[in-house]
């Protein structure tokens, strides 16, 4: 078990229908088209698979898919949608658990490398992905430039949601790399909001790079989104790969 805070059956049921926006055809057509291409004719593997918002219609294109999921309860919402045999999913975590055979794309999107805690276990997470690529393999991540521009002196946290049915914001440990993510969500007509939070270990793109080194991977490219903008040094988020050296 790795310092990732566990999904609950509760959150696990609700998921789908909060990432309904992020999970619709629109929104997912540039990440399916960019890993199908990296996939190439190879499998794919996909850590934190959860409830297969990206892996199951990543399937529909044909492009075999295998899933790492540490959440019981967000593999159980999966599997209801799909069978075991058409896309395969192992419980544990993304950091050591090994799965058999070998692909040419192993994929980590929605900030989820972050979800491990300390820069040890998002090292293994990177020596995890090596051992499973076939050699000329791809690593890629999907991560949040940490918005640390925007903290004055003495100011530790950061809003990144204020909808109507949503507020967010995140708070910082700047000495351990730390941000807990705030959310409180509209539940129903009566005005009453739920509240949660969740952990998350930052990094930088120069820290992920060292990291892949460490685990014998070699940087291909790195964007600002899916669909190939430059990174600048005012992007929001990043979407790094690495290649296994042939």
Not at 33 to 61: K, N, S, W, Y
Not at 188 to 197: E, H, I, K, V
Not at 209 to 234: H, N, S, T, Y
């Amino acid at each position: 078990m790795t310092s990732s805070e566990l999904w609950t059956r509760a959150t696990a049921d609700r998921y789908d229908a909060e990432e309904a926006e992020s999970s619709s055809a629109a929104a997912l057509e540039p990440t399916l088209a960019c890993l199908a291409e990296l996939a190439g004719d190879g499998r794919a593997l996909e850590f934190a698979i959860g409830t297969g918002r990206v892996g199951i219609p990543l399937r529909e294109r044909g492009v075999p898919v295998v899933g790492i999921e540490l959440s019981e309860h967000m593999a159980a919402v999966l599997r209801r949608k799909i069978a075991e045999d058409v896309l395969p999913v192992f419980v544990g975590d993304m950091a050591t658990t090994v799965v058999p055979g070998e692909f040419t794309l192993v994929y980590l999107v929605y900030n989820i490398i972050s979800n491990l805690l300390t820069q040890d276990e998002q090292v293994e997470c990177f020596r995890n992905a090596a051992r499973h690529l076939e050699p000329g393999g791809r690593f890629v991540i999907e991560l949040g430039v940490p918005p640390l521009r925007f903290l004055p002196p003495g100011q530790v946290a950061v809003p990144f949601d204020l909808s109507e049915g949503h507020l967010g914001f995140d708070t910082f440990d700047l000495v351990e790399q730390i941000l807990v993510s705030h959310h409180f969500t509209r539940d129903g007509d009566d005005g009453r909001y739920r509240r949660g939070n969740s952990r998350h270990r930052y990094a930088w793109p120069a820290e992920l790079d060292l990291m892949a080194r460490i685990a014998g991977l070699e940087l291909e490219r790195r964007v600002a989104d899916w669909d190939g903008a430059p990174f600048a040094q005012d992007s929001a988020k990043h979407i790094s790969v690495w290649r296994k050296p042939t």
